[in-house]
């Protein structure tokens, strides 16, 4: 997709593949979005060779179309090889230094992969991202902050704590003397827009002492030419052209108070997001916005005001909704710690679908669930968090530092905490009928084939009989158009791990698949333990679905066969429906709307950034842990509890809580007290309180107000504005995005 919008002379491309292994949250959409634009052709297969065109010096591919039964060649004036991901060269010797173990191929070994994704062998060594083996961006983020999570328990007690040094602030007073820097951010931003160009143009705007550019500006060296610039020049104002503000104007920020220069006289131009990515194949146009952008940006800043962040005190405590893995793993690294910490369970016991009968053994290394939970609840009640069962949450309302939540059941009271964590988990798609599901005895679903091989995994018995056939169907509730898009992950392997089971027992066993996603550590070693064992693997062609034959029972299942070409009709005494994971209802809707916290397209809870914050919300103290935030096996979701623990404690260690700047206020002299912010403000910030003087005015919490400004927009009287992004501040703005046309 990068290559088609940067280089529009580059006609085709090809993928070749075996599995499109699109398995994380919005992966499979993103894969969509490629095949709807048309930017690649998939071809199943792999190249046999690569050769050499003498004639014009170009490649040619051979290749055998698995789908398309033919031998293709493939023209090509570059390939590229996507090669696979190896272990470091110094890992073993790390870890022969270390006293930890690897693995087979190198990578650094975890103590037990089906629970934990981050300890090793060794206590008090701990492992993340891609030392393990393969991994994407957010699980290496969320992994990391488990890792800070262990630590943290592991020096409980011996920590140092040094005292924070102070900065004097800089005089920033007198007239503005604006400071531009334009990133070239590698191709993302120059490989469209003339970056020079937009230099030279910033140095034209009123009030603009300095414009550069550089290559990467959010780098270190960026930063520390940006305090150059800002000494150099005696600069009040700062002006950045680069990525979106969403990611990077923290980095910027913090290095504007770091030399004591007011953070809040920092703008933020976004020629990334909304010039060179959005019109890159109209690079003249996107060359005259991105103009616009700067000069508008530039205007803002002139009339930016230096703001003072607040501080309200921390509730030192924190809520752990939901006692499944993830939150017990979510209470004990903070209880273990110190905080005070309640656990809230709905049902009478702890667990999830990890107590018993719901699971038997934990792939890859086939654990026993049983004993897993059991060292997990004995962890938890040894790190003195509060466990309430038959306890569900009524309300919540508060803020960061202050939430103050209602329970009801057989614990009925109020408590005020600092953080919550959200674990309620997520629900796994009723098949309601389909493939015969509750019309045919012989037809279950996974999570009813693991109940039965809990009850006797020596003889597995479904409706009274040991089957003599199985048949496994994927994705069902996943990878669906009409329902969930996505994929849930932990499906294929998991009905891996159950064919398995049933070939031991001398059940023929077939999988009926679209592509097998064995991407935890130790799936695909189990995927072609299978395939040894005689498990049979049969594709079917994406949009079509295979046939359960049988009258009162199954006897068979039909479909076309992808690969062999034709139609095929496996025996099968028993089918199971690898059923997909759906959010959690009404538990979703309900925290939504207490808290505020966003919701994705997939119904699922919406991370502050997927790849960034996997386990924050946009709701300040509010984390997500496990299939709460999407699908996701164990030790995922283990590692993401632990990650959202981290997460929490960062803002349980201080007894105070720092408040955003960049609020709505109100002035209570031109209020006329009518209640419009109130109704709209889905924050809950504004509030009419009685005044001095007898009347009634609206009043805006700091601490609930999100900055948004829907409540200055729509106030009838002008009573209320919003600080950082004033009427002035933005009709510069405005004024500075005709200038030039009038000019012209």
């Not at 003498?54 to 060649?73: A, Y």
């Not at 999570?447 to 199985?470: C, M, W, Y």
């Amino acid at each position: 997709m990068l290559v088609r919008q940067h280089d529009p002379e580059v006609e085709e491309v090809t993928i070749l593949y075996t599995d499109l292994r699109a398995f994380g949250k919005g992966f499979d959409d993103f894969l969509q979005r490629s095949r709807d634009e048309k930017s690649a052709t998939y071809v199943r297969g792999r190249p046999a060779k690569i050769e050499r065109v003498p004639e014009d010096d170009t490649l040619e591919v051979f290749v055998e179309d698995t789908l398309g039964h033919q031998q293709k060649r493939i023209p090509a004036d570059l390939v590229v090889l996507s090669v696979a991901a190896a272990p470091n060269d110094g890992a073993i010797k790390l870890a022969d230094i270390l006293g930890i173990e690897t693995n087979e191929y190198g990578f650094i070994d975890r103590r037990d992969p089906a629970v934990s994704a981050v300890e090793t062998v060794r206590e008090g060594i701990y492992v993340a991202g891609s030392a393990v083996g393969p991994q994407v961006i957010p699980d290496c983020v969320a992994q990391a902050s488990a890792t800070a999570a262990r630590a943290q328990l592991f020096l409980t007690g011996h920590r140092v704590t040094e005292e924070a040094k102070t900065v004097e602030p800089m005089d920033l007073s007198g007239p503005p003397r604006v400071g531009v820097m334009v990133c070239h951010c590698g191709i993302n931003i120059a490989g469209v827009l003339d970056v020079e160009d937009l230099v030279e143009h910033a140095r034209t705007v009123p009030d603009v002492v300095v414009a550069k550019n550089h290559q990467f500006a959010c780098s270190s060296t960026g930063q520390d030419e940006l305090v150059e610039i800002i000494r150099e020049h005696n600069l009040n104002r700062i002006v950045v052209a680069a990525c979106t503000p969403r990611t990077h104007e923290p980095i910027f920020r913090e290095t504007c108070a770091r030399i004591g220069f007011n953070p809040y006289l920092l703008e933020m131009v976004n020629i990334r997001d909304q010039c060179s990515w959005v019109h890159a194949r109209q690079p003249a146009e996107a060359q005259v916005k991105a103009r616009a952008l700067i000069r508008m940006g530039v205007a803002r800043a002139r009339h930016l005001e230096p703001l003072q962040e607040g501080e309200v005190p921390m509730t030192q405590a924190a809520l752990v909704i939901g006692g499944g893995i993830a939150g017990i793993q979510a209470a004990t690294d903070l209880a273990a710690q110190g905080f005070p910490i309640t656990l809230v369970e709905k049902e009478g016991r702890l667990g999830g679908r990890l107590a018993a009968p719901n699971l038997k053994y934990l792939y890859p290394n086939m654990r026993p669930a049983a004993e897993v939970l059991a060292a997990k609840l004995k962890r938890l009640k040894e790190s003195g968090a509060r466990i309430l069962l038959n306890t569900e949450v009524e309300n919540i309302s508060g803020f960061v530092g202050s939430f103050d939540v209602e329970l009801k059941g057989e614990t009925e009271e109020s408590l005020s905490v600092g953080a919550i964590i959200l674990a309620t988990g997520a629900d796994l798609a009723d098949p309601q009928g389909e493939y015969g599901y509750e019309k045919l005895a012989n037809v279950v679903t996974s999570e009813q084939l693991e109940r039965a091989l809990f009850e006797n995994e020596d003889a597995v018995i479904v409706d009274g009989r040991k089957p003599t056939s199985a048949a496994f169907v994927l994705c069902v509730g996943s990878r669906d158009p009409e329902a969930c898009t996505g994929c849930s992950r932990y499906c294929c392997p998991t009905a891996i791990k159950q064919a398995i089971h049933l070939c031991r027992q001398g059940i023929d066993t077939t999988i009926f698949y679209r592509d097998i996603r064995t991407i935890s550590t130790g799936a695909e070693e189990m995927y072609r333990q299978a395939r040894g064992m005689g498990v049979l693997f049969v594709r079917i062609p994406p949009g079509q679905k295979v046939e359960v034959v049988g009258d009162g029972r199954v006897e068979a299942v039909r479909c076309y066969d992808d690969l062999l070409a034709r139609r095929l009709e496996v025996p099968a005494d028993l089918v199971i429906l690898s059923v997909g994971m759906r959010a959690r209802q009404p538990e979703t809707d309900k925290f939504h709307d207490m808290l505020k916290t966003s919701v994705g397209l997939d119904g699922f809870f919406l991370e502050r950034h997927p790849e960034l914050a996997p386990v924050e919300t946009a709701v300040e103290g509010v984390f997500l842990a496990g299939t709460v935030q999407g699908p996701k096996d164990i030790v995922d979701s283990v590692a993401q509890a632990s990650a959202a623990a981290a997460k929490a404690s960062v803002f349980l260690a201080y007894d105070k809580v720092k408040q955003d700047p960049a609020v709505a206020v109100v002035d209570e002299a031109k209020c006329r007290a009518c209640g419009a912010c109130v109704d709209l403000c889905q924050f809950r910030a504004p509030e009419l309180v009685r005044t001095a003087d007898d009347t009634f005015a609206a009043r805006v919490n700091a601490s609930l107000c999100k900055g948004c400004g829907t409540c200055a927009s729509w106030c009838p009287s002008g009573a209320i504005a919003s600080k950082h992004f004033t009427d002035r501040q933005v009709h510069a703005m405005i004024d500075a995005f005709f200038a030039e046309e009038v000019a012209s």
